[in-house]
């Protein structure tokens, strides 16, 4: 990362208009702004100590969506920020599910089967991947934009039943609206899969109708 930062500066001071730098340094940053997003969203659960006004579909969509992420930062060789902060992103994502199991009661049932059925995927996909690595990359592809795209949809719709956007924070979705932004570029620039350059289109699209809803309901907060 510091040597990219570094080729941006000739020794005249000048900037060198690399996009390929600018994608590399910008996948530090978007997957460190991620992982600082939802640790605000955990800290909030906390000190609040309730989960409501919060979708779980939508943090079990996004946790099942970035396991299937770490499983393609390995197979197809992405760039090393995927490879650290992607699965420090699954743990984070476990934290918040954990959450919504100690303070809302009624869903633990549903947690702890998601949570083994992620677990019997898991060890399933690594077993193979020693086989067909390419294949588990591309459907673990797929399936990542699927969950992406749907990930959201259940908040979302929680919101316009409700008519108010309860439960999340200004600073979460506009650290929210800037990942989206460099999630894109990114996965655009850089010479991954098209299925990951599919992806960051579909983070900017349904990112603006989950940001539209928010700002209408948002004085209901």
């Known amino acids: 990362m510091l040597v990219s930062i570094l080729r941006f500066f000739n020794v005249s001071g000048g900037i060198m208009m690399n996009l390929l730098d600018f994608a590399f340094v910008f996948s530090w940053i978007f997957n460190i702004t991620y992982f600082i997003l939802y640790g605000f969203q955990i800290f909030h659960i906390f000190k609040k100590k309730s989960v409501e006004g919060l979708s779980l579909l939508m943090f079990i969509f996004i946790f099942s969506g970035n396991l299937m992420l770490a499983f393609q930062a390995f197979i197809f060789d992405f760039p090393i920020s995927y490879k650290i902060l992607i699965p420090m992103l699954v743990f984070e994502l476990l934290i918040l599910l954990i959450q ?24 399933g996909s690594c077993y193979f991947i020693f086989y067909s690595p390419i294949i588990v990359g591309v459907i673990a ?10 990930a959201q949809l259940p908040q979302i719709y929680k ?3 409700s008519k ?4 999340l924070s200004s600073v979460f979705m506009h650290l929210l ?8 570029f ?21 990112f603006l109708v989950f940001y539209f809803l928010f700002l209408k309901y948002r004085e209901k907060n």
């Open 100 to 123: 919504f199991f100690s303070f809302k009661v009624k869903i633990r049932g549903l947690i702890i089967k998601f949570l083994l059925v992620s677990s019997f995927v898991c060890l």
């Open 141 to 150: 592809g797929w399936l990542t934009i699927f969950f992406g795209t749907v």
């Open 186 to 206: 990114t996965s655009l620039v850089l010479n991954v899969p098209i299925f990951l350059k599919i992806n960051g289109v579909r983070v900017i699209l349904v």
């Open 177 to 184: 609206g800037l990942t989206s932004i460099l999630e894109c």
């Open 164 to 167: 108010s956007s309860v439960g």
């Open 159 to 161: 919101i316009y039943n």
